[in-house]
């Protein structure tokens, strides 16, 4: 990542690029008060918005009337000495000062993200917001934006900071123990300390089991469409796409590969993959037979499977799709419109789904229902603080729960409390409190210029 020197003063548009009735230039850095000045002629109360006329300090050219913010540091995002110009939204007014803020000493354009590493590096954000942030950013369905916004305000570092007192506590007294082991300690502290360890580690399991949802979320839930060849998946697909993402064919096996499409769902975030059609009479070629391999595959990880049959081979339902039918799928029943008899009601205890996919009846009660079963795989963590959004916080949280009950069974004190100092560094890296310098430009280089 190209980031900005952390002594310099860096600017950026934060706004998005074209022609808009505001465009917003952000700065940050040690020289932005000269800057202002420079620039506007004296710059406005702390906080205060104020109209000022903005010029080049070399020619004296007016460059355009605009509502200019000063923040001095500490109390500004970055936690340096800030400053924003909210400018007439022309491209031709923005290139105009921009170009005169790359001719000040010590002034340089941001990077990616460079505002947001200067409000961690001044501790004004930890990583778990700073990744809130990113998400809030990114998010696309009222389900993200919600969860982005309590990772934002610290529901994540939170609760990870109030395991970490714990563990500290619990370290303290594993050092107590052993460099005072001629003393006299209070009496059952190790007892005590094992019996601490053992909760903190169930605690953290359950929560390691009940909390993928945050993933999902972030990522979009996975809801496949399953069953023979020619029982209309790709029809479905572009009918819930409302575009002709997948082509559709009278002639069975045109799709041999996953094709997925992006989709908001009642605010949830959904993948939605069209699959190869189940053959179940061993005709398929070795390209079809890698594309049903596929399908299987995306069927056990699917969150949601839609699992479609024919309507007008009803009366002999896929066996095949009879097979996928349990407590993660609905079943659909295709091409009403041409359907010559009154589908069932159910097919192995499942409640179907009827419905054309070229005249649209039905899809709304389709709809209903996917909305259905994506609340009620949301309902456990919808109203839970703390949820976990990426894997690096899983994977930190599991070796934390391994150390934990490394240490319960641990042959002598001095292992077990090595034991402890390794769970407190895994939970200092959710948050940033140890050495993280390996995960700051990943974190940081996917964050959008100006933030």
Not at 278 to 298: F, N, T
């Amino acid at each position: 990542m190209n980031s900005a020197c952390p002594d310099s003063t860096v600017y950026a548009l934060s706004s998005g690029r074209g022609r808009s009735a505001v465009a917003v230039v952000r700065l940050s850095g040690p020289a932005c008060g000269a800057v202002l000045d420079r620039l506007c002629g004296t710059r406005p109360p702390a906080r205060e918005a104020r109209v000022r006329s903005i010029r080049d300090p070399i020619s004296g050219e007016l460059l355009d009337r605009a509502l200019v913010l000063w923040f001095p540091g500490p109390g500004s995002f970055t936690g340096e000495d800030s400053a924003e110009l909210h400018l007439h939204g022309s491209q031709a007014v923005v290139s105009a000062v921009l170009r005169v803020l790359s001719g000040f000493e010590g002034v340089q354009a941001a990077g990616p993200g460079d505002f947001t590493r200067r409000a961690f590096d001044n501790e004004k954000l930890d990583l778990s917001e700073v990744e809130g942030l990113a998400d809030l950013i990114d998010a696309q369905t009222d389900v993200q934006r919600r969860q982005a916004q309590r990772q934002f305000d610290g529901a994540l570092s939170d609760q990870v900071e109030s395991w970490r007192h714990r563990l500290i506590r619990l370290a303290a007294h594993m050092e107590a123990t052993i460099d005072f082991s001629d003393e006299e300690i209070p009496n059952g502290l190790l007892e005590r300390s094992l019996l601490g360890i053992k909760e903190l580690r169930e605690e953290l399991q359950d929560f390691l089991a009940t909390s993928h949802v945050g993933e999902r979320i972030r990522q979009g839930f996975q809801v496949t469409l399953l069953g023979a060849p020619n029982a209309g998946k790709s029809s479905l697909l572009n009918k819930l796409a409302r575009r002709e993402a997948a082509i559709v064919s009278d002639m069975a096996g045109t799709t041999r590969d996953v094709i997925e499409v992006a989709m908001d769902i009642a605010g949830f975030p959904v993948i939605l993959s069209d699959t190869a059609g189940l053959r179940q009479d061993g005709s398929a070629d070795a390209i079809e037979a890698e594309g049903m391999r596929r399908s299987q595959m995306r069927a056990e990880e699917a969150d949601l499977k839609l699992v479609l049959f024919d309507g007008l081979e009803i009366a002999q339902p896929d066996r095949g799709g009879l097979g996928l039918l349990d407590d993660k799928a609905i079943a659909v029943i295709t091409k009403r419109d041409v359907m010559r008899q009154d589908p069932p009601a159910s097919f192995k205890g499942h409640k179907a789904y009827h419905l054309s996919a070229k005249t649209g009846e039905g899809l709304e009660k389709l709809l209903e229902a996917i909305q259905e079963q994506l609340t009620r795989l949301h309902a456990e963590t919808d109203e839970a603080p703390v949820l976990l959004t990426r894997q690096r916080h899983r994977e930190s949280l599991e070796d934390c729960a391994a150390a934990l009950e490394r240490a319960e069974s641990a042959p002598d004190i001095s292992l077990m409390a090595e034991d402890i100092r390794h769970a407190l560094s895994t939970l200092g890296r959710i948050t940033g409190r140890v050495d993280v310098e390996d995960l700051l430009d990943v974190i940081f280089r996917d964050f959008c210029i100006g933030k």
